[in-house]
């Protein structure tokens, strides 16, 4: 079974800066998904960021990046340039290749870091 | 398109009782699961479906059932209410098991 481990229950930061935060897992799977959700305070769960394990380039969209490191089985979100929207809990989560179908889509989350953003 | 609803956002029941939480997709996505969110811990899937007419159960199935009888829908069943089920129900969707997974706004439920 896979496991996801969020160790920051909590951060908080300055408008305008950047906030990384950590995301650990565990799986003996070699081809594997990893997710960034972000839920706002409306309950929405809404995707921010997705890496491929089998490519090597860390993604990025817009002011959000990770840090994919296979080996170390560590999946880092960085938020550039905060801003107020950015306030929300954020959850890594892991989804395993397989077969599509055998696969399902099972969604494994850690336990969420909640972002504030200061103004 | 409306995406993922789900009905109703707020519902409150007694120990013992029966509801049905609904879940709808307009995007004709073949996989669709069940989660529950409680505090300090992240989601948990309790069933998933890949298609209509085939689910499979998830990390926390107990005292849930669901079936898939159409593409577009996925209800969840609570038997016989308990407190320990009182928690945030989220519905999602996908076009593929790979692809991204699209939330419906949860429903609030208390157990009384």
């Known amino acids: 079974a896979q496991t996801v481990t969020q160790s920051q229950p909590e951060m908080s930061v300055q408008e305008a800066e950047t906030v990384t935060l950590s995301c650990t897992y565990d799986t003996s799977e070699n081809n594997y998904y990893l997710f960034w959700y972000k839920q706002p305070p409306s309950r929405q769960m809404i995707l921010v960021i997705r890496?491929?394990?089998?490519?090597?380039q860390n993604a990025t969209e817009n002011r959000f990046s990770v840090n994919f490191q296979k080996a170390a089985k560590s999946f880092s979100l960085k938020i550039s340039d905060s801003q107020l929207g950015d306030t929300a809990m954020y959850f890594c989560?892991?989804?395993?290749?397989?077969?599509?179908?055998?696969?399902?889509?099972?969604?494994?989350f850690g336990g969420g870091t909640r972002v504030l953003v200061k103004p | 398109n409306a995406g993922v609803t789900q009905t109703p956002k707020f519902q409150v029941l007694k120990t013992g009782q029966s509801m049905t939480l609904q879940c709808a997709q307009d995007m004709n996505h073949e996989y669709m699961s069940w989660y529950r969110q409680d505090p300090g811990m992240g989601l948990r899937l309790i069933h998933y479906?890949?298609?209509?007419?085939?689910?499979d159960q998830g990390e926390v199935p107990n005292g849930y059932n669901v079936s898939r009888s159409t593409t577009e829908d996925f209800p969840l069943r609570l038997l016989s209410a308990a407190p320990s089920q009182t928690s945030v129900y989220f519905c999602a969707s996908s076009y593929l098991a790979i692809n991204e997974q699209f939330f419906g706004p949860g429903t609030r439920l208390t157990v009384l």
């Open positions: 479906s890949v298609g209509a007419g085939i689910t």
């Open positions: 890496q491929e394990a089998y490519k090597q």
């Open positions: 989560a892991f989804m395993k290749h397989g077969e599509i179908k055998a696969a399902g889509n099972k969604l494994t």
